[in-house]
Structures are given as C-alpha cells and as structure tokens.
C-alpha cells in the first residue's frame, strides 16, 4: 500500500538552531501537507505543498514529487515550535489522507 | 469562518453506551471526514464523505456509523462503545474530494470508555 515514513521519529534541540525534517512516500503524489500537532493536540495547517518550495516565516517546505520526498525546514527555532510534525499524502479522488508517524520535536530554552 | 468545530471537547462513556460526535464546517467545503488519533499510530481514517448523502468507510469503520444529511454537518455515531474506542477524534474538510484540496482539522474530541 501506500507508505508514508517520516524522519527522524524524534529530535530535540536547543532553542535558536535549525532542524530539517524529511518525508518519503512510496507513490505519486497529488497531496502534500504538513501539520504541526502542538501540546494540546491541536493540528495546525503548516504547509499545501504537492510540489515546489514555499516559506511562512521561520519555516519552509520542498517537495520533488519526481523522488517522492519533501522537507520541512524549521530555522531559529523556538521552544512554540515544540510538537509532533507531520506529513500527510492525499489519494487521488477520494481525499483520504495518509499521515506518516509523525517528527517529534523538543526545543529546549 | 469558525472553520471546522467539534463538539464535545471531552467525553467519557460506560461500555455499551452510544454516543454521537458532532462536527459542523462553514467554509461550503464538500468534503469531510473522521479520524482517530492513537499513541504511536498516528492518524487513520474511519469515514468519509464527498457531498451531502454520501458517504463511505474509510480504513476503520468498524463500531462507527456517519450520515451527511446537510453539507455543513458530519456525525459520527458510537452504537455500543468500547474500551478500543478509547482515542482523540478529529473531524477535517476540504473544498472537494478531488485530492488536490489542502484539508483543515477541527479541534478534535477526546473519548474514554470505560
């Protein structure tokens, strides 16, 4: 089936560093979105990206569907970027979403 | 735009009760559909649906019934809750089925059973 992997399964780092957070998918993509799942649980729309670079502040994200991965990049991170990243692939013409399992991310003051 | 909302936020029920999860959008989205959350499982798809009067199962359905009478509402209804059902429930929509449509999440619902 559809696989989806996302790495590394956790990271922790020191505020003001840098961090890239990678996803692979086994299979053409025509939905890519990253989420970010803050510490009450909340999923928060980081990026729509099935293709192309796009940047929001601090964060940034890659997806080359022709090699089947994408990166989120998080610069001079802060202890609010502290959570679960994922990613996401859509199905063709059902809209089901297919998460990966997820970045855990610690960032210490 | 409230978005997508979820009502309640926490639930706990007896083995055996029946509940309902509520979920509303108000952005004219077509699309909607339920997941569950469990720990070190990430998220799975229980059902779906692409317009008013349709819907679909989704990768675990089992234990869990929707309808889509309106396009702004999608229930999701517990028959006989059980200990396994135990998990945080996320409602999400997006513009159209198409997949090419970035999906928005509701707050979600955290359910015990006991």
């Known amino acids: 089936g559809i696989q989806v992997e996302q790495s590394p399964p956790d990271l922790i780092l020191q505020e003001g560093a840098n961090s890239t957070l990678r996803c692979n998918f086994s299979?053409?993509?025509?939905?890519l979105q990253w989420f970010h799942q803050n510490p009450w649980g909340q999923l928060i729309n980081l990026f729509y990206i099935p293709s192309g670079t796009k940047q929001n502040g601090r964060l940034s994200a890659t997806t080359v569907a022709t090699e089947r991965y994408s990166l989120l990049y998080i610069s001079s991170s802060q202890t609010t970027d502290s959570g679960v990243y994922f990613c996401a692939r859509g199905t063709s013409n059902t809209g089901k979403l297919i998460f990966g399992q997820g970045t855990t991310l610690q960032v210490k003051p | 735009n409230a978005g997508v909302t979820q009502t309640p936020k926490f639930q706990v029920l007896k083995t055996g009760q029946s509940m309902t999860l509520q979920c509303a959008q108000d952005?004219?989205?077509?699309?909607m559909s339920w997941y569950r959350q469990d720990p070190g499982m990430g998220l799975r798809l229980i059902h779906y649906s692409v317009g008013a009067g349709i819907t679909d199962q989704g990768e675990v359905p089992n234990g869990y019934n929707v309808s889509r009478s309106t396009t702004e509402d999608f229930p999701l209804r517990l028959l006989s809750a059980a200990p396994s059902q135990t998990s945080v429930y996320f409602c999400?929509?997006?513009?159209?089925?198409?997949?090419?449509?970035?999906?928005?999440f509701g707050p979600g619902t955290r359910l015990t059973v006991l």
């Open positions: 999400a929509s997006s513009y159209s089925a198409s997949g090419h449509n970035e999906q928005f």
């Open positions: 952005m004219n989205h077509e699309y």
């Open positions: 299979d053409s993509v025509n939905n």
